[in-house]
């Protein structure tokens, strides 16, 4: 997630964007470094395409690299890979960090080249997506929301860690989001497996 999405995503879609015709000014893209949620950059690579994709050129290089990264993006956020598939991986990986140095007459950034190592990282530990802090991280930007409306600091964990368990009580009370089954990526948990007593 961190490699990816808030790493090369940024620095690759402000290049890519700045292909499209006029609608979007180049002050915009100023800083060569589009600033959004990790879940909303994966949006925008996967998305991109169906928005502008008939106002771009398809021999354009840029909008090739934009099919590149695609690619890449596509592979490291699957759950299935075989060794076929990494050793592709590994090449697309080599060829899209070629391609940016190339468009970019840049060095490139450390998140570029940890997807170097992606591939073996892969064949030790499984999918990325499967070991991402997607969850974590939206779990804690709830906890960011609630501590940015507290105006007394004065201890402030408590205040964050009430305020959450409130938010499980109301749930839990009112049954918004405890469905009989509870889906967690590829593994499934029915309920009446566990014995929940609430007192």
Same mark, same amino acid.
């Given at each position: 997630?961190?490699? &990816?999405?808030?790493? =090369?995503? %940024? #620095? +690759?879609?402000? &290049?890519?964007? !700045?292909?499209?015709?006029p609608a979007i000014s180049a002050n915009h893209l100023k800083n060569k470094y589009i600033i959004i949620s990790a879940s909303e950059m994966l949006s925008l690579v996967r998305n991109f395409a169906f928005v502008v994709g008939d106002l771009v050129d398809e021999q354009n290089d840029i909008w090739m #690299?934009?099919?590149l990264l695609l690619e890449v993006t596509e592979i490291l956020t699957s759950q299935i890979f075989s060794s076929e *598939? &990494? /050793? #592709? &991986?590994?090449?697309? =990986?080599? %060829?899209?960090? /070629?391609?940016?140095? +190339? *468009?970019l007459n840049e060095t490139l950034k450390p998140k570029f080249h940890l997807l170097l190592h992606y591939p073996r990282i892969i064949e030790k530990i499984?999918?990325?997506? *499967?070991?991402? +802090?997607?969850? #974590? /991280?939206?779990?804690? %930007?709830?906890? !960011?929301i609630i501590s940015g409306t507290i105006t007394c600091q004065i201890q402030l964990p408590l +205040?964050?860690?009430?305020r959450c368990q409130l938010k499980s009580c109301f749930r839990y009370s009112s049954k918004i989001g405890l469905n009989d089954i509870i889906m967690s990526m590829t593994i499934r948990f029915h309920l009446s497996y566990f014995d929940l007593v609430i007192h």
């Open positions: 997630m961190h490699d &990816l999405m808030e790493g =090369i995503h %940024r #620095y +690759s879609m402000a &290049l890519i964007i !700045k292909i499209v015709p #690299y934009n099919n *598939l &990494l /050793e #592709y &991986l590994g090449n697309l =990986i080599q %060829r899209h960090n /070629e391609t940016f140095i +190339s *468009l499984g999918p990325p997506i *499967l070991v991402s +802090s997607f969850k #974590y /991280e939206a779990k804690h %930007r709830d906890a !960011k +205040s964050i860690a009430t």
